[in-house]
């Protein structure tokens, strides 16, 4: 596709400001990762709400730029070339904002993939694993009278807290003093496992002092408290 009005997706919300990134998302952790990195950045963008609570990201319009119907997705106007470049997947879109703003991923090679290994971490271990957590606490699981898979994902998420309070021992940030692109994709759900979730007392959170602290640091930062509410829910 040549021209933004070209994906179907600016039919069902279209743009105000056709020269900027288009954001598609919600502020949950995944949609957080995208609005948290485009306000860190300064890149210009419009963001879309794409209420999931009422399906809108399996709409036609959503699917036809992403498949998987998951939010958050992209559209950046002037991708690689000058045409449009449509992403989903949350690390894919905070690696290619790291890469066309020149910031938040190291440039030394062995730097950027150390990086790139704990936005990993996050993506494939994290992110699913507090996610049921919160399924099975908060939300509907918590009625489930079968308490064996709760303690199952309390556990593993205690342990990978512990994987990050070892990593964060005598680092200000994951990477050490460089705040990137692993720290944005973590944030929002380290955040919500102790807000949203209510689990916090349930995996020992205050026990995990590097990782409290890291946590602080990351929620005084303007941008980050900025894209946490990006797109607002109605």
């Not at 045409?83 to 910031?103: C, N, T, V």
């Not at 704990?118 to 489930?144: C, D, E, R, T």
Request: aromatic letters at 10%; hydrophobic letters at 40%.
């Amino acid at each position: 596709m040549t021209r933004l009005s070209d994906f179907p997706i600016t039919r069902r919300w279209p743009a105000a400001h056709p020269e900027r990134i288009q954001l598609y998302s919600l502020n949950t952790p995944n949609g957080v990762k995208a609005s948290i990195m485009l306000e860190e950045t300064g890149l210009p963008y419009e963001p879309h709400l794409v209420d999931i609570m009422r399906d809108e990201s399996h709409t036609p319009e959503f699917l036809a730029l992403n498949p998987n119907g998951k939010i958050p997705a992209i559209i950046d106007p002037h991708g690689p070339g000058g045409a449009p470049l449509a992403l989903f997947e949350s690390g894919a879109i905070l690696l290619y904002l790291a890469d066309k703003s020149g910031q938040f991923i190291p440039a030394d090679p062995a730097r950027r993939w150390e990086t790139i290994q704990w936005l990993f971490f996050q993506m494939a271990s994290i992110g699913p694993m507090f996610g049921q957590v919160g399924f099975f606490n908060k939300f509907a699981g918590k009625a489930y009278e079968d308490k064996r898979p709760l303690q199952r994902y309390v556990n593993e998420s205690k342990r990978l807290l512990g994987v990050l309070d070892g990593r964060l021992a005598g680092r200000r940030w994951l990477m050490g003093e460089d705040y990137t692109i692993a720290d944005i994709a973590t944030l929002g759900w380290v955040n919500n496992l102790i807000t949203l979730y209510e689990a916090r007392e349930l995996v020992a959170f205050d026990c995990f002092a590097n990782v409290g602290g890291w946590l602080e640091r990351g929620l005084a930062r303007p941008a980050v408290q900025r894209g946490l509410a990006i797109p607002g829910r109605d």
